[in-house]
């Protein structure tokens, strides 16, 4: 089983619809937590850190529940521009080393 | 600022080659990432360093794979020799060694060098 576990995708969605992407990690050790996105042969970039009282940055919200090992990101509002592959980390802590997921695939479609 | 760099940004060998890439982290990064990121999958951490020093090489395939970055400052990733499944893109990530205000350390990747195998 993968220490972190992502939908692949892709989400097919139109301009202006809600999205949802899920996460589960498997190491309850896992200390922080994060969305990153990755553009088509770009380098992954950091979204958003995720805590388990949920942080909100514009039109992304991201949510932590520590005791189901489960992550959320919600796009409202999608735009074109929001297409990439959303990246689920997870820092086991005192090395700061990240284990990805496999990404989940985001096309808005106008 | 300056983001990490790396080169080449591509490359293309043949199976039993040896191959190096290099990476200069931002300026006043304790700690370099070597990932390698393979077609539909996550990056996987490669090797870690803090300074000069190997925090976690646990990942590194040691009897292909080598690394070094001696002055604590720029680092080669070297493959020798190289197979078809070391298809990848190779990533080089740097952090600070202190936690930032968010209370994470934060790491930067650079554009990677995609290497293929034939």
Known sequence: ?110 | EAGVAQSPRYKIIEKRQSVAFWCNPISGHATLYWYQQILGQGPKLLIQFQNNGVVDDSQLPKDRFSAERLKGVDSTLKIQPAKLEDSAVYLCASSLINRGKTGVYEQYFGPGTRLTVT
């Open chain 1, 1 to 110: 089983r993968k220490e972190v576990e992502q939908d692949p995708g892709p989400f097919n969605v139109p301009e202006g619809a809600t999205v949802a992407f899920n996460c589960t990690y498997s190491n309850s050790a896992s200390q922080s937590f994060f969305w990153y996105r990755q553009d088509c042969r770009k380098e992954p970039k950091l979204l958003m850190s995720v805590y388990s009282s949920g942080n909100e940055d514009g039109r992304f919200t991201a949510q932590l529940n520590r005791a189901s090992q489960y992550i959320s990101l919600l796009i409202r509002d999608s735009k074109l521009s929001d297409s990439a592959t959303y990246l689920c980390v997870v820092n086991r802590g005192a090395t700061n080393k990240l284990i990805f997921g496999t990404g989940t695939l985001l096309a808005v479609q106008p």
